[in-house]
């Protein structure tokens, strides 16, 4: 319960009294949840990998912004580059995506008013989950790793497998005589590392560096630069810009594990830049996770 008394410190008191005591009644709720989902006047959501459960309880909109004062240590202006991003993480690695109305200029969202739904996504980082293919992607006789790209179609697990290798290549692994690597993390959507007031609420390893609300273009050039990293790691990675970075930087030395959606190497492919790293064997490993 613990990890959850992080989330439920941020609702108002009816909508509290109620959460705790669904969880008292229904503990195995506790392991198996993955969202809490607020939407202003529809019933509270609790969401399972196997169902959802919900409660007939109907919180109003000014529950909602109460929740969002809270979020934003009753400062909302101080929290307005995050609100503009769509979510706000909070102590523990845990993210709230939010929606609502969004203003806009010159295309650009700068600021979003009358929230209505908040999804309160519980973090967990489970380490060791890296284990079975580490020796896939560390090339131990040189004491480093190959340049990996790890595809999955959303929801099955990248970004905690991108996590727990980046934690067991900073750290090192003594037990096979890996040498901690230097890394760098740009955590473009505060993902991987989960900063909350600049500390990384997740395990990334000692030897790691993270930059995070940045583009991944701009994030790996300013550590490339500034940090010196022998490894660098991006989430979901696709765009033009994205590709043509990863590029530079591997063809100065540094070493990267990138992540990326599809299903198969036909999803992949269709991606030109990516499939010019594969045929020109930048990109030296590819897993797919089922």
């Not at 045929?279 to 797919?288: A, L, M, R």
């Amino acid at each position: 319960m613990d990890n959850l008394n992080d989330i439920l410190k941020y609702f108002p008191h009816n909508i509290y009294q109620i959460l705790k005591n669904t969880f008292n009644q229904k503990e195995t709720l506790i392991s198996s949840l993955q969202e809490i989902r607020i939407r202003v006047n529809k019933p509270i959501i609790l969401k399972t990998g196997q169902a959802d459960f919900l409660i007939e309880y109907l919180p109003t909109q000014s529950e909602v912004f109460e929740i969002l004062e809270k979020l934003c240590n009753n400062s909302i202006y101080a929290y307005q580059n995050q609100i503009c991003q769509g979510f706000i993480t909070i102590k523990g690695g845990h993210r709230v995506g939010l929606t609502g109305t969004a203003i806009t200029e010159n295309d650009k969202i700068t600021n979003i008013k009358y929230i209505t739904s908040l999804n309160f996504r519980i973090a967990r980082q489970i380490k060791g989950c890296s284990n079975k293919i580490l020796k896939d992607v560390i090339l131990k006789e040189e004491n480093t790793i190959y340049n990996t790209l790890i595809v999955s179609p959303p929801g099955k697990g990248k970004t905690t497998i991108l996590r727990d290798l980046i934690r067991n290549i900073s750290n090192g692994i003594p037990s096979i005589g890996f040498r901690g690597k230097t890394c760098g993390i740009v955590d473009e959507r505060g993902e991987i590392a989960a900063m909350y007031h600049g500390i990384p609420q997740n395990d990334v390893g000692v030897r790691t560096d993270v930059i995070e609300n940045i583009s991944k273009e701009k994030g790996i050039k300013m550590l490339i630069r500034s940090m010196a990293p022998e490894v660098i790691a991006c989430d979901e990675i696709g765009g033009k810009e994205d590709i043509e970075a990863i590029q530079d930087a591997i063809i100065s030395g540094v070493k990267g594990i990138f992540t990326m959606h599809g299903k198969n190497l036909e999803d992949i492919k269709e991606n030109n830049k990516i499939d010019y790293l594969i045929k020109t064997k930048q990109i030296e490993k590819i897993i797919f996770l089922s």
